[in-house]
């Protein structure tokens, strides 16, 4: 699993592939004021990595 996240000037943004099965998800942000809870794009973005990551550590 190959991935990249970033935060810069209000847009957040993620990036994963999966080179085994030639899957990915990209997810492009703007507004992301900065704070962390659960009804902001860093909550959705967390979840993602959660998700691939958890084929990862079974």
Request: hydrophobic letters at 40%.
């Amino acid at each position: 699993m190959y991935f990249h996240n970033g935060i810069a000037y209000g847009i957040y943004s993620l990036m994963a592939l999966d080179l085994n099965d030639k899957s990915g998800v990209v997810v492009i942000t703007s507004g992301a004021d900065g704070v962390r809870n659960d009804n902001t794009v860093f909550a959705v973005c967390d979840d993602v990595l959660n998700y691939c990551y958890s084929d990862i550590l079974g």
